[in-house]
Nanobody, 117 residues
Framework: QVSLVESGGGLVQAGDSLRLSCTAS????????TGWFRQAPGKERTFVGA????????YYSDSVKGRFTASRDNANNLVYLQMNSLKPEDTGVYYC??????????WGQGTQVTVSS
């Protein structure tokens, strides 16, 4: 069973940037997209963005469109989420997931992102 591990979270100020990484312990099926989700304190987990296996297609929530960019390095089983112009409302635990866009099969444990105003 392949596992996912997120890294790169931290405490930053509004306007700063962070790059999250999602590392897979093995090769994922080439039909699997990778998604990013976040969960703010006391709120449900919500979709942030996703990237297809090929990297040719990306999807973003309206709240992060234009600020966040997903990319991937399949040779090294890595997926990234570049987050620019961070806002306090971006605070939360960020999770990566792998699978179909409507049927995520694998989840990581999450990494905390805190944006101070």
């Amino acid at each position: 069973q392949v596992s996912l591990v997120e890294s790169g979270g931290g405490l930053v100020q509004a306007g700063d940037s962070l790059r999250l990484s999602c590392t897979a312990s093995g090769r994922l099926p080439n039909r699997y997209s990778t998604g990013w989700f976040r969960q703010a304190p006391g709120k449900e987990r919500t979709f942030v963005g996703a990237i297809s296996w090929s990297g040719n297609a990306t999807y973003y929530s309206d709240s992060v469109k234009g600020r966040f960019t997903a990319s991937r390095d399949n040779a090294n089983n890595l997926v990234y989420l570049q987050m620019n112009s961070l806002k306090p409302e971006d605070t939360g635990v960020y999770y990566c997931a792998a699978g179909g866009l409507n049927s995520w099969r694998l989840w990581g444990q999450g990494t905390q992102v805190t944006v101070s105003s």
